[in-house]
């Protein structure tokens, strides 16, 4: 039912540098794979066809990654590596990859309402893809997506977090509607240590329906100056629903050194093929 995946992907990623400095953070590889195509991986494992990048200045290497590099293909053709191609072989031969440029970084709201133009008038999922959301059997967005067929609104995905930690997030306060689900109440980007209204942080999982566009395009910068998602999301709660679920699986922080550094021993340990 959603075939579009948005990836806000122009930030500079700063807390990498100097590795980002020329490299886009989303091509940091866990293992051999760059995050970003573990974050296609699971959009396509949820059904969906259209992934929509939403790239900046020096990104390049992102849009190739996608494509199909025929110098290397000739060159590694009938040799015992070819195998080790099969794999983005098959990303590329089963998704669409459309790309915008945000030409100013102005918060993860404008990013958003910059694939606008990709994402159109339809229901659509996004993927931070920093966030590495690991679930073997059912990805986080595929248990998202059935969950949006029941339901029609948007869904953020949360998780519980330290309580020193919820500065770090956006953090929601809800109704319990079952173990794992909450009708969103109230939202609050990065609250100030001590004031979080919960300790259920928002992770770079979403599903937006789309009158969000409009909503974005009324919403005034706030925390840091930047056009903040979770301000938009809040009046969407306001005025209809929005839902908060409590997702299955691991997630690791990649935007942050130490969780870039544990996901990459799990996957070593758990997802790479060994040989
Ligand atoms: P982050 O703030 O975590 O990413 O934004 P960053 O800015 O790249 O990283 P640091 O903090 O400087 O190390 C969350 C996501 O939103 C995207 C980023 O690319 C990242 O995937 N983003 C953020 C945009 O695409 N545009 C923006 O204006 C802001």
Do not use: W
């Not at 790239?55 to 992102?62: A, E, F, N, Q």
């Not at 059912?138 to 998202?144: C, F, H, I, K, S």
């Not at 937006?208 to 100056?225: A, M, Q, R, V």
Request: with cysteine; glycine share 8%.
């Amino acid at each position: 039912m959603i075939k579009k995946c948005l990836f806000p992907a122009a930030g500079y990623g700063t807390r990498f540098l100097p590795a980002t400095k020329s490299m886009p953070k989303e091509m940091m590889p866990i293992v051999n794979k760059p995050l970003i195509e573990y974050g296609v991986d699971e959009a396509i494992q949820a059904g969906m066809t259209d992934m929509c990048i939403v790239t900046g200045r020096g990104k390049h290497s992102l849009m190739d990654h996608f494509d199909k590099n025929y110098e290397l293909e000739h060159q590694i053709s009938g040799t015992s590596k070819e195998a080790l191609l099969n794999d983005i072989r098959d990303v590329i031969d089963s998704a669409n990859f459309t790309y915008i440029r945000q030409h100013e970084m102005k918060g993860l709201g404008h990013a958003i309402l910059t694939g606008r133009a990709l994402v159109g008038d339809e229901p659509f999922a996004v993927v931070l893809a920093d966030d590495l959301c690991i679930n073997k059997e059912q990805g986080v967005l595929a248990q998202m997506a059935a969950l949006y067929k029941q339901f029609r609104c948007s869904i953020v995905a949360v998780e519980e977090v330290p309580a020193d930690e919820t500065h770090k997030y956006g953090v929601i306060a809800g109704e319990a509607l079952t173990d794992n689900l909450m009708r969103v109440t109230d939202m609050v980007e990065k609250p100030e240590q001590g004031t979080a209204p919960s300790n259920l942080a928002i992770i770079g999982r979403y599903i937006l329906t789309p009158d969000i566009f409009d909503i974005i395009e009324n919403t005034p910068p706030g925390k840091g100056g930047e056009i903040q998602i979770t301000d938009a999301l809040l009046q969407q709660a306001k005025s209809g629903c929005v839902l908060a679920y409590k997702f299955d699986g691991k997630r690791f922080d990649c935007g942050s050194v130490e969780g870039f550094i544990e996901a990459t021993n799990y996957c070593f340990e758990n997802i790479y093929q060994h040989s």
